[in-house]
């Protein structure tokens, strides 16, 4: 490689990595505009998927730090009600969209699967690409009708308010969004090609890591849920646009009809936003504890009830809507019947802790707030899915937390803690190491500090979407914007490091934290065809200690190799 | 469904990333095949639940309203809708015989002939449709205040018939497409047609095309026309 030698001893590249005649890496296997906007290798595309995910986050956190600034007073101070609702509908339209649903799937999950599994590329790699374009175009449509002319309906676009009432950009935001719809079914149907027809000689179902279960899952989810959000958009926009009468209670529709069909969808993106975060952490927990996954097949088990169960729980989203008693109960018991598999996992990555060398790496810390995030986030949604505690708090802030604990502190927790372990894979650099924990933590902190007091304003009574409140709230909300700003600085700080990283950061090794996953088994970054040769697999994943024996107790941990600058 | 392809079709398609598999060309081919039709069938899965929420709404509107909608079945031109649905299933089976004689990679003509047939008699669906189209607006059956139905929720079933219509429209405009273009590159290279996945997989997605159209033309021509 004519990669320039790193300064320090420690920075050396592998010594194989060293020979000369080896390809070039996918970062260096062709420069210029044209060699990235019309590339169809799955890491190039993950890395186009990053950028814009990145400027579609902190779209939405700039949205979103609006929002608690204007709650820090009771009184409306720098926003109108108007301006209020369009910027709490731009944060949940872009979070929810451009940003979660495609966060780990589309960056993590792209990049990697190939890898995990032993294969050259995704199943069909052109499409891949236009996944990446219909993703782009449904997002820029979406913001400039959200930033041009805004909506003011939250990110439900509930009719009839969203069909006949609203003055704002309704359908072209709702065009954005079914466009979107249709790069999720795309990575969907490659995902789910890819896993059953490229996995590598020898790589049986019961010996992929736990994230491709999760791929696998989230990409049933993405095929059979998003087409029917897809519908329910196109309804209302040809209400809107057309005036073709689907909803309209004035001549017979039905408003209930269409919460039906848009939680369908919505409840399992919930599962399709979580699920990938699950994989994640069980690569995350595993390497770190230095112990195989405690209860493989009960994990995999798990994935796939959540994903199957998360299809009939919709209704829990409209327990207050006029639905009848008898559908209310059979949706609260399911959503309860959900919490197992949920319970499980949790359950599990803890047993994996249990005698295993715990090392507090920046992945890991992040790995540990996720699981105390979502139980939290999880314990919550339990009080939700009862009929009368739901009722009780229906509408309040008490749901905005619960929600933020799983899609936000979970998810995010989930997506960065992935970022940075497979960091010096992606581009070949470690990152400060010591910033890097640091961020970890003010996360969690931030996170708490800003979510926390929500459920016991919302527990108290206070209503969401309202940019003003009784006084007696505020010393909520005062806690609450003053997390968001210790959030704020959470999230930026990676983008500083982890960009002063890609040209200052030492040069990683092969397999800087020691995990046995197949992505490891290549160059950092890998070369354009994955693989020097082709892998074959000869056992499970996780193999930290021989199977079937515990792990020794005073095995002195393998130390990590990144750097500590 | 791959049957044992040679060389030849093997040579001519085989694609990244099947061409690295650890096997000959032969059976990557076989595999990249596989995954081509796999593939579409996933995506077909996912159209049956966009289509499947589409006569969601239907049926609970339907059971909603008994009167309105038999009153609305009765206003469509039942003359257009069946002679569409003899069109259609048809073109069916041109396509069908298309994918089977490009599989087996004989008789080109005639594998020409029916894709030719196809494209055809889609394109007569659609200008069917547009007379069907020009009736239905002079006749007011658009939703708004001029609508020609005195109940309120026949405008329901209006707005569902001119919505779905559209969307089935769309989707046979996009096969028709896909139809065509293989029509031209086996026009052009004899050879290209023979085992290639994409006659497959253009035939799946014509006859989920043509298999929601038997489900919309019950729905939508036959309301309150029984006794």
Redesign the interface.
Known sequence: MSAPVAASPTGLADRDELDLGLPPSYLADGHGVGSWLLT?DHKRIAILYAVTITLFFFLGGAAATLVRLELFTPEADIVRADTYNKLFTLHGVVMVWFFLIPSIPNTLGNFLL?LMIG???????KLNLVSWYLNVGGGLLAVAALLAGGVDTGWTFYVPYSTVFSNGWVSLTVLGVFTTGFSS?AT???F??TI???RA?GLSWFRLPLFVWAMYTTSLMF??????L???L??VF??RS?????F?P?????PV?FQH?FW?YSHPAVYIMILPAMGVISELITCFARRRIFGYTFMVYALVAIAVIGFFTWGHHMFTSGMSSYAALVFSFLSFIVAVPSAIKVFNWTGTLYRGQVGFESPMLYALGFVGLFTLGGLTGLFLASIPVDVHVQDTYFVVAHFHYIMVGASVSAYFGGLHFWWPKITGRMYPETWARFAAILMFFGFNLTFFPQFIAGYLGMPRRYHVYPPEFQVWNVLSSSGAAVLAVAYLMPLGYLTWSLLFGERARNNPWDASGLEWRTSSPPPR?NFFG?PRVQGGPYSYHPEGVAPIHDQPRIPAQGSLT | MSGAPGEAGAAAHLREPWSELETGPAAAFARQRDGATFGIWIFLASEVLFFAALFLIYTAYRIANPEAFAAAGRATNIVYGTLNTAILLTSSLTMAMAAQGAEKGLFRRLTLGCLAATAALGLAFLVVKGFEYREDIEKHLVPGAHFALRQAPAQIFFGFYWLVTVVHAIHLGIGIGLVTRLLVKGWRDPDVLTENPQVEVTALYWHLVDLVWVFLYPMLYLPGRAG
């Open positions: 169809t190939p294969a050259r590329d995704v199943a069909f790699p079914i969907g149907v490659n789910i090609a059953h027809m490229l000689p095929v059979l849920a998003t087409p029917v897809a519908v329910t196109l309804l040809a209400e057309f005036g073709l009468p689907i309209d004035a001549r017979g529709g039905d009809l069909l369908f065809d082709a």
